[in-house]
């Protein structure tokens, strides 16, 4: 399943790993804290008594790490070595059991077992930069599930994104020594709903600015989109509540297995 596109996100979260909190302005263990207990009071509203969850785009293990931390038997999978390597030094450092392995998310396969609920958080999917793809990754992610089990995925609010075209998200700062910035271009494509991130990490060196840049693609899914595709997958009960927050600004879409 690789292919340039492919190759580009991998290189991407393999290079950015070390870095990574700093999306966070340094604060990524508070972020660990509040999305796992965002994710538990969801899990729990949809699916008392849930357990065990697959977390199939999990990084260096925000999510993973949060709900393990609240008693959940965690297996996080990602295609990005790099960040799978500190997901399992964060749990050993934090004190958590969770297992973590290299997998791609349009093909689960490799994953043993199923599970009482699958998430996929902060705009894993919208990496897809084949709109056939998504409905494929779905369905992986359903042939996860035990029959009743519920999916989660939270991503950026493209409806709303598509009519901005945003040049430009917030930038991070974290006070260091050394400081460090991140600066988060999007340069939107004329013809595609597709855009280029670049991320330029800039760290406070001798009174000047070493900068390093990281450059990824995503492609804007719709809300409709990834209904149909949960549709499409054999999910019911295709729900966006508005009341709902994981990731900070993103949608949250839940599903239920058939
Ligand atoms: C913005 S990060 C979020 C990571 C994690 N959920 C978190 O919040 O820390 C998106 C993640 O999706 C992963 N990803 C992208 N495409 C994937 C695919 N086809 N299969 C599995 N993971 C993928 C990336 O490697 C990256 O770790």
Redesign the pocket.
């Known amino acids: 399943m690789t292919s340039p596109e492919?190759e580009l996100?991998?290189g991407f979260?393999d290079a950015f790993a070390p870095d990574?909190d700093l999306a966070y302005g340094g604060n990524w263990e508070s972020a660990v804290e509040r999305?796992g207990k965002a994710l538990d009071a969801l899990i729990q509203d949809e699916l008392a008594g849930a357990r065990s969850v697959l977390?199939?785009?999990?990084?260096?293990?925000?999510?993973a790490i949060g709900l393990a931390r609240r008693g959940y038997s965690v297996v996080g999978?990602?295609?990005?070595e790099r960040?799978l390597e500190r997901a399992r030094n964060e749990a050993e450092r934090l004190g958590v059991e969770a297992s973590f392995a290299v997998?791609?998310?349009?093909d689960l396969t490799c994953v043993p077992g199923r599970f009482d609920v699958v998430i996929?958080?902060?705009?894993?999917l919208p990496?897809?930069l084949e709109p056939a793809d998504v409905p494929v990754?779905v369905t992986q992610m359903r042939s996860k599930l035990r029959p009743g089990g519920l999916l989660v995925i939270t991503m950026r609010d493209f409806d709303e994104a598509l009519r901005e075209k945003a040049p430009l998200a917030p930038p991070a700062v974290v006070a260091g020594p050394p400081r460090r910035v991140l600066v988060r271009l999007h340069d939107w494509d004329d013809d595609r709903p597709c855009y280029t991130v670049r991320y330029l990490v800039l760290v406070e060196k001798d009174g000047g600015w070493d900068i390093t840049e990281h450059t990824t693609r995503y492609r804007a899914v719709t809300r409709d989109e990834l209904t149909g595709a949960a549709a499409f997958a054999g999910f019911r009960e295709i729900r966006w509540p508005i009341n709902r927050t994981v990731?900070g600004g993103q949608r949250v879409m839940i599903a239920i297995n058939e």
């Open positions: 492919h996100v991998v979260y990574y999305q977390d199939c785009s999990c990084g260096i293990g925000t999510q999978t990602d295609i990005s960040a997998a791609d998310f349009r996929s958080c902060d705009n894993a990496h897809l990754a990731v």
